[in-house]
């Protein structure tokens, strides 16, 4: 890598980690209502002020279970009788594995209190931490990396049952905190430590780099980053850091820069830090290399850059799906569709998928749902955006949150109908703004509905949100229509027997659906916003490799709206082993971010990373979610280099 490179790599940096800094840090404690309970707003407020990890290796002989010397300081801004931690179910940290691209979760059982002001860390409890295979594999050995937070657990200070759950500001997504929480596993039973390699251009102000290595148990060697390291030569000395790929993966090298006189002889020293089962030690590392020794060009130490070229049509065109989802409230008068059109323009996208029915509303006319007709008699709201956009350019795709229904909904169905929609759970209590995909009649109701809009409006596709389950029903018919299927009760069903009762349902839509669109309005592409683990889905009733082999679905796009980059590529290789046809995928990336319930829009940096990441795996598109955090920074980044180039549709 050149000085110019290099500059112009830290002046990146520096940049992302501006846009990064901005409160990113400070966490203003609001619940979620997580599983019924009464959402918590009684306060608290913390910044976190460091992460850090005591160690660059750690004892791991396989199986749940870890030694985690993890440190968190933090700053008491509001007291509140309250402490965070994330010690069971959703509140983990993401644990990465460098070496097969999975991810995992990590529970650890600290106690972040607030109740009083002023500085503190915290610590795991007795410094152990758990693997959830539930939410991901185990790791192999190797290099791994705590790469970002799920959720805190929110309990009362002192103990007692847990309140709710809070999500996290993005500085523990923030690329600092991140690359100081990347450590090696191995089998610390016996081991040695070596600076196995040195590399260098031997020139005036050029790079020189050393591989550290831990060789475990078994006799497996593995890289080992973050040591402090020191280079000297003389009077001349340097410390050495850990090289970092695209998305901040380590590329398992320390490096830095040779004075200007070159030395005729570097030596380097440090000390390796390990947990092993026994404790905590250290161990001294030393080597010398003489000048000429480990010669390498300089474009052989250059980090690769994640490249691709996009695909072109006959006329030159890129052909590239740039998608948006855009609301309910972002369609409802004409100002607001101008304004949505006029943006999407500018951002240089070529898809709209616009939200005409959730819980109880429904943007569009239909026989169906009657009170549409007068409430919309004056502006067609869908009608409206299909017009502007058309004369635009862009295509509209009708986005349906199949089973997000609210109980007024439910009551004018059952009403109407004489089928009650509600889902009830195990104790017979109605579920929140689900109808029940299981009711045949529900299922009709949906299909007539999407494709009736089809039929009546010139959109260009229509699409599947919520088509999942949203949950597990036991209602009465539930239970016969089941045990009548299976020959066992419903309480007895297995995990299999779910996925299999749920992917009926969701099938039958899906299925139904496609042929009802494609006889009302051929040139129309269905398309199914899906859970970006294929494990989470499939326990609500998705199957979209299944979808899309046998050709109900055009377009599949998992919800990948991780801040993590790395997990973002791990579920999109999933998806891409799973699909038979990998034309059929495009990646639905986030626009915004959290902190406890503060929603903001994020870095640029961070958007510009995931299209490039989805560029360079070659999918052929992205759906940003959503337009409402769509800002004017986020704007003139799309319009200005991302999508400087125009493109069509890719499925077109």
């Known amino acids: 890598m050149t000085m110019m490179q290099r500059a112009l790599m830290m002046l990146a940096v520096l940049a992302a980690a501006t846009a990064w800094a901005q409160d990113a840090s400070v966490l203003a404690v609001k619940g979620r209502g997580a599983e019924g309970r009464e959402r918590y707003d009684g306060g608290g407020e913390v910044r976190f002020l460091d992460v850090a990890l005591g160690a660059q290796v750690l004892n791991y002989e396989g199986g749940p279970e870890l030694t985690l010397p993890l440190t968190i300081d933090y700053q008491v801004l509001e007291p509140a009788p309250i402490t965070l931690t994330s010690r069971m179910g959703t509140e983990y940290w993401r644990l990465y594995h460098f070496g097969d691209g999975t991810m995992s979760a990590v529970h650890t059982n600290e106690d972040i209190d607030l109740s009083e002001p002023g500085e503190h860390s915290a610590f795991p409890e007795g410094l ?7 939410y991901g594999p185990l790791p192999g050995k190797g290099l791994v990396g705590i790469r970002g937070h799920y959720y805190f657990l929110i309990e009362p200070a002192g103990g007692g049952e847990w309140i709710d759950i809070t999500s996290p500001p993005p500085f523990f997504d923030q690329p600092p905190v991140a690359r100081t929480l990347t450590f090696t596993l191995a089998d610390l039973r016996d081991y040695t430590v070596q600076i196995e390699e040195f590399q260098s251009t031997w020139e005036p102000g050029g790079a020189f780099r050393v591989k550290v290595t831990v060789t475990d148990a078994e006799g497996e060697s593995f890289p080992v980053v973050n040591v402090p390291l020191t280079a000297s030569a003389g009077e001349w ?11 901040g993966e380590p590329m398992g090298w320390m490096a830095a820069t040779l004075p200007e006189d070159v030395p005729d002889e570097v030596s380097i020293s440090g000390t390796l830090t390990a ?20 010669q390498v060009s300089a474009a052989e130490m250059q980090v690769a850059e994640a490249g691709y070229e996009l695909p072109r049509n006959d006329e030159g065109v890129i052909r590239e799906t740039r998608a948006i989802w855009a609301s309910t409230s972002d369609i409802e008068d004409a100002e607001a569709v101008n304004l949505l059109v006029e943006r999407c323009t500018r951002a240089g996208l070529n898809t709209i998928v616009a939200d005409i029915h959730v819980r109880n509303s429904f943007m569009a006319r239909s026989e169906l ?37 609210d109980p007024a909904f439910n009551r004018w169905f059952e009403e109407t109908f004489g089928v009650d929609v ?9 579920a929140k703004l689900v109808s029940d995909v299981h009711r045949q009649e529900y299922r009709d109701f949906m299909v007539d509905l999407m494709v009736g809009v089809a039929r009546d409006y010139d959109v260009d596709g229509i699409h599947l949100d919520y088509i999942r389950t949203k949950g597990k029903c036991f209602c009465e018919k539930c239970r016969a229509e089941f045990a009548e299927q299976f020959g066992r009760p ?42 970006s683990s294929m494990r989470g889905g499939a326990a609500q009733g998705q199957d979209p490799a299944g979808w899309a082999r046998q050709g109900w679905i055009d377009i599949v796009i998992p919800m990948d709206y991780a801040m993590q980059s790395l997990q973002v590529r791990a579920n999109e290789r999933e998806f891409l082993e799973a699909l038979d ?22 870095p640029t940096e961070l958007l510009r990373q995931q299209i490039e990441l989805v560029r360079s795996m070659g999918i052929h598109g992205y759906c940003l979610f959503a337009f409402s955090h769509l800002s004017d920074e ?7 280099e991302i999508n400087a180039e125009p493109a069509v549709p890719y499925f077109r």
């Open 581 to 602: 046809d990998d034309d059929t995928l495009v990646t639905g990336l986030s626009l915004y971010q959290r902190s406890g319930t503060d929603v903001s829009s994020r």
């Open 490 to 531: 419903l309480a007895e069903a297995t995990e299999e027997d779910w996925v299999a009762w749920q992917r009926q349902a969701i099938g039958d839509i899906v299925r139904r659906t496609a042929e009802g669109v494609r006889a009302v309005r051929p040139h129309a592409k269905l398309s199914a916003a899906v859970f």
């Open 369 to 405: 749902m009657p009170w549409t007709a007068e409430k919309w008699a004056e502006f067609d709201p869908l009608g409206y955006l299909v017009e502007q956009a058309h004369a635009a350019g862009l295509e509209v795709h009708a986005w349906f949150c199949v089973s997000y229904r």
């Open 128 to 134: 152990r931490a758990r693997i959830d295979a539930q």
């Open 634 to 640: 986020q704007l003139e980044l799309l319009r200005g």
């Open 422 to 430: 509600r889902m009830y759970d195990k104790e017979g209590e109605v």
């Open 237 to 247: 000395e340097t410390t050495l850091e850990t090289e970092w790929g695209l998305l």
């Open 275 to 294: 947990v092993t089962a026994d404790g905590t030690e250290e161990r001294a590392l030393a080597a010398r290399f003489q000048r000429g020794q480990g």
